[in-house]
């Protein structure tokens, strides 16, 4: 059983994101003594608690039915005042767009425009419903922001929002750290909203906090796409929408002029901000904690909470036992730290022992580890690509079932039969999705019956060539190797003899295309007429060390919303790469131009 926190009404069973104000948790709501669901809670720090937080909180139930129940703000919220009081809302898996952006820095991931504006673009919807409620938010800031794994975007701090910054002159400390996003002077609520707005799509374009009380003028002058590894000046039209957010030169006076100018840069540029592509990002980047969220929250929904019921009180102990926040009391720490201390000592011993054996294993043939190498490299890529297929069958499922919805409720004939026409649509996108899962899952499994042949063989080999060998003597026996020196065995290396690595130049090469993924025409094109002539996407791919493709930049697209460029991007994304080589290791690096062809259509 697991070991959860209660905090009112909720266990909480993991931190998920930190920020100036507190923390957000995964929670779970409990019936009897079995799993409920999962919830999102919002906990508060000590210097907003300091600041009047835990007086005040009951405020914030006046927002939340100016906000109406939209989805951008989250769903369900429910707060719970007292000596401890916090906020609850729908779960929704995620991170922070905080989190987002540091992970993507780490990683060293691009996150090009495309990206940004998707994001952007659901921020800057959040605000204009707040304002048209005649609510503003005054806050805003990175760790306002949830980006689901599925790439939609929320403001979930907005029931709360206006009651955070009448608290930041007594919590300096927050105050502090939001500072690059509440430079905007005092009076305007849009212009404050807007200018956080901007100084976030500033950070999202170049991975830099906007500078306090500096030159902006001069900053936007001299930013580049840093986020995008192109080092390059801020795209004209992005610069002079970052001017009229930051420098506060031609604002926008009302939330619709805003609104206008937002969609002429989403669509009028050569960007194509999608949700499915902030899916694939979101995916590429967070695969490990969104792998081991699905894994934790699997074990709670299995759990048996009976220690943490009325009748179960005595049972409060060891590994079940209750921690109870009071105040802002943290119990047993040390027992805990004492505990991670000696699993990751027994961790590293195991790992010792693997590097060990891996470079105490005598050698085989290099062709046979160059080949299982390549097929262990295929089978991660087409494990991202069921990935990417599952999260896109999803995406149409909960767009299928919205739709049934509309429809059930319009009276408009019109109406109905556009609706009509999309749930067709989808069922069409719908059975394509499914062929692909299915090719892609028996690819896979081919794929893991050669590894598996091969690998048999390999071992056989070994113990062949170990059997021939004689014993070696004991002055010679290998040493365990640190681990800062064990080879990524996911990609194979050039097989030459070490010996001559030190005379011979490495090899160099761009990442490059394996498999090209077939083009799926875009149904809007035909509709509106553009499929009479011949029509050509050019793109670059930037590919990780594995040869996954991490972000799609459309060197030269198709203007207009007819979909050439979304359906090149989405097959670029289901194609398969071979990763840059450089100094004969593999690297992340873009591919060479590739050029996607559509026919036309008669």
Known sequence: MGTY???????????LASDPFGSVHRAVIIAGNGFDRHVLVRTFSEECFQAGMNTRLAEAGRVVPLLGGARIFGVGYRIESGKTPHVAWDYVPGRSLAQLIEKAKQEQIPFGVDHALTVIQGVAQG????????????????????????????????????????????APAANQKLTPYLQSPEGNALQQDLFALGAMLYELLTFERLPAGGDLQSVLEQATLKAAQEEA????????????????RQPFATVEAFSTELERVLYDGEYSPTTFNMAFFM?????????????????????????????GETLRSGATRVEHIDGHAEAQVSQKNSTLLIGGGLAAVVVLGLGYMFFGRSKVDPAMQKQLAELQLLKVQIEQQKSDLDARAKAEADKTAQLQKQLSETKSAEEKARIQKQLEEAQQRKLELEKQQKATEQRLAEQKQNEQKLAEQKKAAETKVAAALPPPPAPEIPKPQPMQEAPKPVVP??????????SVALPNEPARIVTQSPLTYPIRAIQMGRAKTDQVVKLKVFVG???????????????????????????????????????????????????YKFQKRH
């Open 127 to 170: 605000i204009v419903q707040m304002q048209a409620k005649g609510v503003s938010h005054g806050v805003l800031s990175p760790h306002s922001v949830w980006v689901s794994f599925e790439g939609a975007t929320q403001i979930v701090d907005a029931p709360y929002a206006a009651l955070l910054k009448s608290l930041l002159s007594k």
């Open 283 to 311: 995916h590429t980047l967070f695969r490990e904690e969104n792998d081991r969220d699905a894994t934790a929250m699997k074990a709670e929904q299995a759990d048996n909470y009976m220690a943490y019921t009325a009748a």
């Open 5 to 15: 926190t209660r905090l009112g009404s909720y266990l909480l069973a993991s931190e």
């Open 493 to 502: 290396t050039p097989s030459a003899p070490q010996a001559a690595t030190s």
């Open 233 to 248: 000046p801020l795209p004209a039209e992005i610069r002079a929408f970052l001017g009229r957010l930051l420098l506060g």
């Open 545 to 595: 060390e594995q040869g996954q493709p991490l972000k799609v930049s459309v060197v030269e697209g198709v203007p207009g919303p007819f979909g050439f460029d979304e359906a090149a991007i989405e097959a670029a994304n289901k194609s398969t790469y071979s990763p840059a080589i450089r100094d004969g290791k593999p690297v992340r690096g873009w591919t060479a131009e590739i050029s």
